[in-house]
């Protein structure tokens, strides 16, 4: 069957665009992240205390630090303002919505001290002043009743550090799924290690 010219270019075109979207790939991760040296973990800011599981996210906490530093790639960070990476973790419980407490320091800690064979991490407070919007910063709000909405699976969220309001900013990426900071396995941080190993394939084979 023959086609007219007027039907046959347009045809041609779509083609002609359809491969060049194949030819495209999405960039993985940016440059800046597969660069990346330290990272600090810590808590939603807005995540509440669960009566009935009080310490769920400063355990799941430990557990994505734990995995990291299985990891070997990344030096823990005691602060935003070392860390090149910040992972925003928030446990979740399965449910649509839940009673919590709120206004509690989820991510004020003593000295740590966790040596490992990658570096872990020991230190502290500082005694430096706070960067603006500083997600380890002393809560400044008295502890009370709140309803969290709308967040039923874990989370596991990475942007980037070194910089004010780091949580304000869009996040480089999120993997949420049921029992994805589970330990010792931490699904969360194996599925970013496989991201990062992917990423970096993508990087070495550009021209």
Not at 40 to 68: I, S
Not at 146 to 164: M, N, P, T, W
């Amino acid at each position: 069957m023959r086609f007219p010219k007027a039907i046959l270019f347009p045809l041609l075109l779509a083609s002609c665009l359809a491969a060049a979207g194949k030819d495209k790939k999405k960039i993985l991760l940016p440059a800046d992240v597969l660069e990346a040296q330290t990272v600090l973990v810590v808590v939603d800011p807005g995540a509440g205390m669960a009566p009935e599981a009080p310490n769920a996210n400063r355990t799941a906490q430990e557990a994505v630090e734990n995995a990291l530093m299985a990891w070997g790639r990344f030096r823990l960070a005691t602060d935003v303002s070392t860390a090149d990476l910040v992972i925003m973790i928030r446990k979740g419980n399965g449910k649509i919505a839940q009673p919590t407490i709120g206004g509690l320091p989820n991510n004020n800690r003593p000295v740590i001290l966790e040596p490992s064979d990658s570096g872990g991490r020991i230190g502290g407070s500082r005694g430096t002043p706070p960067s603006a919007g500083d997600p380890t910063a002393p809560s400044i709000s008295s502890p009370g009743p709140q309803i969290e909405v709308g967040q039923s699976e874990d989370l596991f969220a990475v942007y980037r550090g070194k910089r004010d309001n780091v949580l304000d900013a869009p996040s480089v990426w999120r993997y949420q799924a049921k029992d994805a900071l589970r330990s010792p396995s931490v699904p969360a941080v194996d599925a970013f290690r496989k991201l990062v190993v992917e990423a970096e394939k993508q990087r070495a084979a550009k021209p």
